[in-house]
Structures are given as structure tokens and as C-alpha cells.
């Protein structure tokens, strides 16, 4: 998957916050025309080649949409839990602790949905990393306190997630879906087309 690249003030290519495609943004400044032209230097507006929808920008910051720069969802993760994911994108601009909170409970929702259904989640993340997880993936979980002594329980608001925190608890997510269920869909999608064309071969002889 690549890297998430958030929208910012200005800039010609990030990650849509409509589209999620990596694309060139056009910029716009707004202006009002009455009896001479008013220029609305404070508003700038940015429209994603991609998919033509507009964001809008005050004093340089994202008003519109207010998933500001919390990243889509990967496509691959189960429906139901994609809810929750982006709810989190729409309360992460009020509330990041609150986006951080719901991000906790889609963690739990993935793990559950992995088969590592274990009450405990350090279990069930220890159960992924012998399903395929990267050991580094389990390491980040235990820094964003998801896991470990000093984790917070899903659902629960912590004063100190703040909205770094939260985008970091997307990628999170974002990445363990790639792991367990975009790149192995990927490989054995590899893995079918070369044995149908082995044996197409050893019919061929
Ligand atoms: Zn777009």
C-alpha cells in the first residue's frame, strides 16, 4: 500500500479526502463580484483532479469536508467495521480523542474479524503475528497504547490522544488490514494464475 500522504495548505498532490487517490490538487481563491471584484483571500478552495470534488480552506486549514486529513479506509477492511472507521474520520476534526477512542474499538472489531477472537486483545494480537502480522506492526500497536501495560481500553477516552495520536491509530489500522487481508487476497490471487498456467503447460506436454 502506499504511503498515506495527508492534504495540506497549498500543496499540488496528497491523498483526496473524498477520492483517497494520491492526485494533483488545483487551487482557487473565491471571489464575490458586485460593483468591483472582492477577491476572498482568507478562502482558498482545492479540486482533486481525480474525482473533481472540492475542498474548502479557511486561514489555511481544511473546513471542508471534516474528515480533514484523516486517510479513507483501506478497501479491503469488512464493511461493518469500515462504519466505525469512518465515523472516526468525521469526529476527528472536533475530537480526536473521541476519533482515538472509536479507532481502539475498530482495532478490536479487525482482530475478532482475523479469527484471533480473544477477549484480550494482547492475546489476540499475539495471535496474529503467528497468522502473518509483522512483529514490527505488533511493536507500533504497543507504542500507540493499543496493546501493552500502558494500553487504553477500547472505547475508552484518554486526555492524552491527541490528534497525532489518532491519525497514527488510521495508519494502524490501514496497515494491519494490508497485512492480513489485502497482501495475502493479493498472493493468492498470484498464486491461482501460476498454477493454472503450470498446468496448462503440463497439459501442453
Ligand atoms: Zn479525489
Redesign the pocket.
Known sequence: MKNFVPPKFEETAFN??????Y?NHLWYTPFIRDTSTISLRNIRIAR??????LSVWVHKNMLFPVTGNAPTANADLPEEIKTDYNEARQVLAQSSRSAAALLRVVIKKLCCHLNANDADLNTGITNLVEKGLPERLKIALEMARVIGEQAIPPGQIDPDDDPSTALKLFALVNLMTDAMITQPNQLKDIYDALSNSTSKIAVKK
Open positions: 483526496c479526502p473524498y477520492c483517497g487517490a492526485s482533486c483532479v481525480h474525482c473533481n470534488e
